[in-house]
C-alpha cells in the first residue's frame, strides 16, 4: 500500500490530469500527498520565441503553479507537503522522491516528437529506470464531474481523517 505520494506538478494540462489520477489513487490508500514543482533552468529559454524570461519572473510562475496546486489538493482534504525546487525536473524528482521516501511517484505525460524524445529524453522513463518504488504517469482523463466526488463526504478519507475516525 502506498504511504507516501509524491505529485510531480507544473500545472500544464498533462500536469493538472496527472494531479487529478494522483489525488485519486492517494485518496484510496489514505497515503500522505507531496506537491513538487520543478523550475527547470535550460528552459528559462522559450524555444518558440527565443524570449529570455529572467529565473525570478520564471519562479514567481510555478509558485503560483504549486499554490493552486495545493489549493486543488486541499479542497479534497489533504494537507499536502508542497516544495519548490530548481534543477533538472527528472533529477529533481528522483531525489526528492528517494528524500521523503515515497513509495509511488505520479508525473504527467507530455506528447513529444521522436526526435525530442530520442534528444531530451522521457522524465518517466528516467524515473523508472533511477527509482525503485513505483512511477505512474498519468493519462487517465478524470472529468470535473468525477474529480468534484473526491470531495463528497462518506467517501473513503485520507491519512488526516482517518486517524481522527472514532473506533467501532
Known amino acids: 500500500m502506498y504511504r507516501k505520494v509524491l505529485l510531480a506538478y507544473d500545472g500544464s494540462i498533462e500536469g493538472r490530469r496527472a494531479l487529478r489520477e494522483g489525488a485519486k489513487l492517494a485518496q484510496l490508500c ?37 499554490a493552486e496546486g495545493v489549493e486543488r489538493l486541499k479542497a479534497l482534504g489533504f494537507s499536502p507537503t508542497a516544495r519548490l525546487e530548481t534543477g533538472d525536473p527528472g533529477h529533481t ?10 513509495q509511488l511517484v505520479v508525473v ?20 523508472v529506470k533511477r527509482l525503485r518504488c513505483s512511477v505512474l ?25 482517518a486517524s481522527t475516525l472514532p473506533s467501532e
Open 30 to 66: 489514505r497515503a500522505e500527498v507531496f506537491l513538487l514543482a520543478v523550475v527547470e533552468l535550460p528552459s528559462i529559454v522559450t524555444p518558440d520565441a527565443g524570449l529570455t524570461i529572467p529565473i525570478d519572473e520564471q519562479t514567481a510562475n510555478y509558485r503560483a503553479i504549486l
Open 93 to 102: 524528482i528522483a531525489d526528492v522522491a528517494e528524500e521523503i521516501g515515497a
Open 108 to 127: 504527467g505525460h507530455r506528447p513529444q516528437g521522436h526526435l525530442a524524445r530520442w534528444w531530451f529524453g522521457s522524465v518517466g522513463s528516467y524515473l
Open 137 to 161: 504517469v498519468g493519462q487517465t482523463d478524470i472529468s470535473d464531474d468525477e474529480f468534484e466526488l473526491l470531495k463528497q463526504p462518506g467517501d473513503k478519507p485520507t491519512s488526516e481523517t
